[in-house]
C-alpha cells in the first residue's frame, strides 16, 4: 500500500522560510515523478512544483526563484524548500506521487502572517 507522510508546515511571517518533506512508503520511490500541489480557501488546487525521477524540475511561475524542490531517493523523500513567502502562499500542500494513477498524502498547512 502507497503512502505518502508530509511534515513540515506551520505559521511563519512574511519573508521567512519553511522547508515542507513527503516520505513515501510501499512503492519504489525513485522511478516515479512526484510533487507538490497546493489548496487556498475557495481556490483550486494548483500544482506547485514536481521532480522527475531523472531530477528534472517543473514550477509554478508564482514561486519560481523562491521554491526549490529536491528528492533523496535513498530515503524515499521529496522536499519542497520555501523562501521568500508570501502572505499568498498560504494553503494546505499537498504532496503526491504519479504512476499513472497519482497519489497523495493527507495535506500539511503553510500559513504565512504576520
Known amino acids: 500500500q502507497v503512502q505518502l507522510v508530509e511534515s513540515g508546515g506551520g505559521l511563519v511571517q512574511p519573508g521567512g522560510s519553511l522547508r515542507l518533506s513527503c516520505a513515501a512508503s510501499?512503492?519504489?520511490?525513485?522511478?516515479?515523478?512526484m510533487g507538490w500541489y497546493r489548496q487556498a480557501p475557495g481556490k483550486q488546487r494548483e500544482l506547485v512544483a514536481r521532480?522527475?525521477?531523472?531530477?528534472?524540475?517543473q514550477y509554478a511561475d508564482s514561486v519560481k526563484g523562491r521554491f526549490t524542490i529536491s528528492r533523496e531517493n535513498a530515503k524515499n523523500t521529496v522536499h519542497l524548500h520555501m523562501n521568500s513567502l508570501k502572505p499568498e502562499d498560504t494553503a494546505v500542500y499537498y504532496c503526491?506521487?504519479?504512476?499513472?494513477?497519482?497519489?497523495w498524502g493527507q495535506g500539511t498547512q503553510v500559513t504565512v502572517s504576520s
Open positions: 521532480i522527475s525521477s531523472g531530477g528534472s524540475t
Open positions: 503526491y506521487l504519479d504512476r499513472g494513477s497519482t497519489y
Open positions: 510501499g512503492i519504489i520511490f525513485n522511478i516515479y515523478t
